[in-house]
T-cell receptor, first 117, second 110 residues
Protein backbone atom coordinates (compact mmCIF):
# COMPACT_ATOMS: atom_id res chain seq x y z
CA UNK A 1 0.00 0.00 0.00
CA UNK A 2 0.98 3.64 -0.36
CA UNK A 3 0.82 6.25 2.37
CA UNK A 4 0.11 9.76 1.15
CA UNK A 5 0.51 12.97 3.12
CA UNK A 6 -0.54 16.49 2.20
CA UNK A 7 0.51 19.91 3.41
CA UNK A 8 -1.10 22.07 4.59
CA UNK A 9 -4.04 20.19 6.04
CA UNK A 10 -6.08 23.37 5.91
CA UNK A 11 -5.67 27.05 5.17
CA UNK A 12 -7.66 30.26 5.07
CA UNK A 13 -6.59 32.61 2.30
CA UNK A 14 -7.51 36.01 0.94
CA UNK A 15 -8.96 36.35 -2.51
CA UNK A 16 -6.43 37.12 -5.22
CA UNK A 17 -3.64 35.19 -3.53
CA UNK A 18 -2.24 31.76 -4.42
CA UNK A 19 -1.70 28.62 -2.35
CA UNK A 20 0.57 25.69 -3.13
CA UNK A 21 -0.45 22.29 -1.80
CA UNK A 22 2.16 19.59 -1.41
CA UNK A 23 1.59 15.86 -1.81
CA UNK A 24 4.14 13.29 -0.68
CA UNK A 25 3.94 9.54 -1.34
CA UNK A 26 6.01 7.07 0.68
CA UNK A 27 6.92 5.06 -2.43
CA UNK A 28 7.65 5.77 -6.06
CA UNK A 29 4.54 5.96 -8.21
CA UNK A 30 4.16 6.62 -11.92
CA UNK A 31 1.04 8.76 -11.85
CA UNK A 32 -0.35 11.13 -9.28
CA UNK A 33 -3.79 12.68 -9.48
CA UNK A 34 -5.35 15.83 -8.07
CA UNK A 35 -9.03 16.06 -7.18
CA UNK A 36 -11.32 18.78 -5.89
CA UNK A 37 -14.21 18.12 -3.55
CA UNK A 38 -16.54 21.05 -3.10
CA UNK A 39 -18.56 21.26 0.11
CA UNK A 40 -21.06 18.40 0.30
CA UNK A 41 -20.13 17.16 -3.16
CA UNK A 42 -18.31 14.26 -4.73
CA UNK A 43 -14.73 14.28 -5.97
CA UNK A 44 -13.87 15.79 -9.36
CA UNK A 45 -10.61 14.99 -11.12
CA UNK A 46 -8.56 18.11 -11.83
CA UNK A 47 -5.48 16.70 -13.52
CA UNK A 48 -3.03 13.86 -13.85
CA UNK A 49 0.56 14.62 -12.88
CA UNK A 50 3.29 12.78 -14.75
CA UNK A 51 6.92 12.95 -13.79
CA UNK A 52 8.98 14.61 -16.49
CA UNK A 53 6.09 15.97 -18.54
CA UNK A 54 3.29 18.49 -18.38
CA UNK A 55 0.23 17.61 -16.35
CA UNK A 56 -2.90 16.55 -18.20
CA UNK A 57 -5.95 18.61 -17.25
CA UNK A 58 -9.60 17.59 -17.29
CA UNK A 59 -12.27 19.65 -18.98
CA UNK A 60 -12.97 22.78 -17.01
CA UNK A 61 -9.54 23.01 -15.42
CA UNK A 62 -6.62 24.96 -16.88
CA UNK A 63 -2.92 25.15 -16.15
CA UNK A 64 -2.95 28.90 -15.49
CA UNK A 65 -5.39 28.42 -12.63
CA UNK A 66 -4.05 25.12 -11.29
CA UNK A 67 -0.36 24.79 -12.15
CA UNK A 68 1.06 21.42 -11.15
CA UNK A 69 4.62 20.29 -10.59
CA UNK A 70 5.92 16.73 -10.47
CA UNK A 71 9.66 16.93 -9.85
CA UNK A 72 10.12 13.26 -8.91
CA UNK A 73 8.27 9.98 -8.46
CA UNK A 74 7.20 10.63 -4.86
CA UNK A 75 6.14 14.28 -4.84
CA UNK A 76 3.77 16.69 -6.52
CA UNK A 77 2.38 20.17 -5.91
CA UNK A 78 -0.86 21.82 -6.94
CA UNK A 79 -1.13 25.60 -6.87
CA UNK A 80 -4.49 27.29 -6.71
CA UNK A 81 -3.85 30.67 -8.31
CA UNK A 82 -5.61 34.01 -8.00
CA UNK A 83 -8.08 32.49 -5.60
CA UNK A 84 -11.72 33.45 -5.25
CA UNK A 85 -14.31 32.22 -2.73
CA UNK A 86 -15.51 29.73 -5.37
CA UNK A 87 -12.18 27.91 -4.97
CA UNK A 88 -13.08 27.00 -1.39
CA UNK A 89 -12.93 23.22 -1.47
CA UNK A 90 -11.03 20.20 -0.28
CA UNK A 91 -8.15 19.33 -2.59
CA UNK A 92 -6.96 15.72 -2.57
CA UNK A 93 -4.12 13.92 -4.24
CA UNK A 94 -3.90 10.21 -5.00
CA UNK A 95 -1.38 7.77 -6.32
CA UNK A 96 -1.75 5.68 -9.43
CA UNK A 97 -3.24 2.27 -9.48
CA UNK A 98 -1.54 -0.18 -7.17
CA UNK A 99 -2.05 -3.87 -7.85
CA UNK A 100 -2.28 -6.19 -4.89
CA UNK A 101 -2.72 -9.60 -6.38
CA UNK A 102 -5.87 -9.20 -8.44
CA UNK A 103 -6.95 -5.96 -6.74
CA UNK A 104 -6.41 -2.60 -8.40
CA UNK A 105 -6.82 0.46 -6.18
CA UNK A 106 -5.76 4.04 -5.73
CA UNK A 107 -4.63 5.55 -2.45
CA UNK A 108 -5.70 9.01 -1.39
CA UNK A 109 -4.20 11.66 0.78
CA UNK A 110 -6.21 13.17 3.65
CA UNK A 111 -6.98 16.33 1.68
CA UNK A 112 -6.30 20.04 2.11
CA UNK A 113 -9.27 22.11 3.20
CA UNK A 114 -9.06 25.54 1.58
CA UNK A 115 -11.24 28.47 2.57
CA UNK A 116 -11.00 31.65 0.51
CA UNK A 117 -12.37 34.85 2.04
CA UNK B 1 -16.46 6.04 -18.83
CA UNK B 2 -19.42 4.12 -17.41
CA UNK B 3 -21.77 6.24 -15.35
CA UNK B 4 -23.02 4.94 -12.02
CA UNK B 5 -26.26 5.53 -10.16
CA UNK B 6 -26.67 4.96 -6.42
CA UNK B 7 -29.20 5.96 -3.79
CA UNK B 8 -28.35 9.38 -2.40
CA UNK B 9 -28.80 8.26 1.20
CA UNK B 10 -29.65 5.27 3.37
CA UNK B 11 -30.35 4.76 7.05
CA UNK B 12 -29.89 1.65 9.13
CA UNK B 13 -29.24 0.51 12.68
CA UNK B 14 -26.32 -1.04 14.45
CA UNK B 15 -26.04 -4.78 13.97
CA UNK B 16 -28.04 -4.82 10.74
CA UNK B 17 -26.83 -5.88 7.32
CA UNK B 18 -26.77 -3.03 4.82
CA UNK B 19 -26.95 -3.51 1.08
CA UNK B 20 -26.18 -0.62 -1.28
CA UNK B 21 -26.96 -1.20 -4.94
CA UNK B 22 -25.27 0.61 -7.80
CA UNK B 23 -26.41 0.67 -11.43
CA UNK B 24 -23.86 0.82 -14.23
CA UNK B 25 -25.73 -0.06 -17.41
CA UNK B 26 -22.91 1.00 -19.76
CA UNK B 27 -20.11 -0.96 -18.10
CA UNK B 28 -17.39 -2.01 -20.55
CA UNK B 29 -15.86 -5.45 -20.86
CA UNK B 30 -12.58 -4.32 -19.32
CA UNK B 31 -14.14 -2.39 -16.42
CA UNK B 32 -13.82 -3.45 -12.81
CA UNK B 33 -16.36 -2.45 -10.15
CA UNK B 34 -14.81 -0.80 -7.12
CA UNK B 35 -16.29 0.63 -3.94
CA UNK B 36 -14.66 3.35 -1.87
CA UNK B 37 -15.61 4.66 1.58
CA UNK B 38 -15.10 8.24 2.68
CA UNK B 39 -15.32 9.60 6.21
CA UNK B 40 -15.55 13.35 6.86
CA UNK B 41 -12.19 15.11 6.60
CA UNK B 42 -10.53 12.06 5.06
CA UNK B 43 -9.72 10.87 1.56
CA UNK B 44 -11.62 7.94 0.06
CA UNK B 45 -10.50 4.50 1.12
CA UNK B 46 -10.74 1.34 -0.97
CA UNK B 47 -13.25 -1.22 0.32
CA UNK B 48 -13.68 -3.94 -2.26
CA UNK B 49 -13.39 -4.66 -5.96
CA UNK B 50 -14.83 -7.25 -8.30
CA UNK B 51 -15.30 -8.17 -11.92
CA UNK B 52 -18.10 -10.72 -11.76
CA UNK B 53 -19.98 -13.02 -9.36
CA UNK B 54 -19.22 -12.56 -5.68
CA UNK B 55 -16.22 -11.19 -3.85
CA UNK B 56 -15.79 -11.18 -0.08
CA UNK B 57 -13.11 -9.67 2.12
CA UNK B 58 -12.80 -8.89 5.80
CA UNK B 59 -15.08 -5.86 5.68
CA UNK B 60 -17.66 -6.41 2.93
CA UNK B 61 -19.08 -8.53 0.15
CA UNK B 62 -19.70 -7.49 -3.41
CA UNK B 63 -22.38 -9.18 -5.50
CA UNK B 64 -22.28 -8.79 -9.27
CA UNK B 65 -24.92 -10.40 -11.50
CA UNK B 66 -24.01 -12.09 -14.76
CA UNK B 67 -24.88 -9.06 -16.92
CA UNK B 68 -22.68 -6.81 -14.71
CA UNK B 69 -25.11 -3.92 -15.15
CA UNK B 70 -25.41 -3.51 -11.40
CA UNK B 71 -23.61 -4.44 -8.22
CA UNK B 72 -24.48 -4.61 -4.54
CA UNK B 73 -22.16 -3.76 -1.69
CA UNK B 74 -23.10 -5.69 1.44
CA UNK B 75 -21.90 -4.56 4.86
CA UNK B 76 -22.59 -7.19 7.55
CA UNK B 77 -23.53 -6.14 11.06
CA UNK B 78 -22.88 -2.43 10.69
CA UNK B 79 -21.76 -0.23 13.55
CA UNK B 80 -21.91 3.51 14.14
CA UNK B 81 -18.42 3.82 12.67
CA UNK B 82 -19.71 2.66 9.29
CA UNK B 83 -21.48 6.00 8.88
CA UNK B 84 -19.79 7.39 5.76
CA UNK B 85 -20.22 8.10 2.08
CA UNK B 86 -19.87 5.04 -0.16
CA UNK B 87 -18.88 5.45 -3.80
CA UNK B 88 -19.35 2.91 -6.55
CA UNK B 89 -16.95 3.29 -9.47
CA UNK B 90 -16.36 1.43 -12.69
CA UNK B 91 -12.99 1.74 -14.37
CA UNK B 92 -10.44 -0.30 -16.22
CA UNK B 93 -7.92 0.12 -13.44
CA UNK B 94 -5.23 1.52 -15.67
CA UNK B 95 -3.27 4.69 -15.13
CA UNK B 96 -6.32 6.94 -15.20
CA UNK B 97 -7.95 9.21 -12.70
CA UNK B 98 -11.20 8.02 -11.20
CA UNK B 99 -14.67 9.33 -11.98
CA UNK B 100 -16.73 9.55 -8.81
CA UNK B 101 -20.50 9.63 -8.82
CA UNK B 102 -22.54 11.27 -6.10
CA UNK B 103 -22.13 8.41 -3.65
CA UNK B 104 -24.48 7.07 -0.99
CA UNK B 105 -24.59 8.75 2.41
CA UNK B 106 -25.05 5.88 4.86
CA UNK B 107 -26.16 6.82 8.36
CA UNK B 108 -26.09 4.19 11.07
CA UNK B 109 -28.15 4.83 14.17
CA UNK B 110 -27.89 3.19 17.59
Amino acid sequence: SAVISQKPSRDICQRGTSLTIQCQVDSQVTMMFWYRQQPGQSLTLIATANQGSEATYESGFVIDKFPISRPNLTFSTLTVSNMSPEDSSIYLCSSDTVKKGTVIEQFFGPGTRLTVL
Amino acid sequence: LAKTTQPISMDSYEGQEVNITCSHNNIATNDYITWYQQFPSQGPRFIIQGYKTKVTNEVASLFIPADRKSSTLSLPRVSLSDTAVYYCLVAQGGADGLTFGKGTHLIIQP
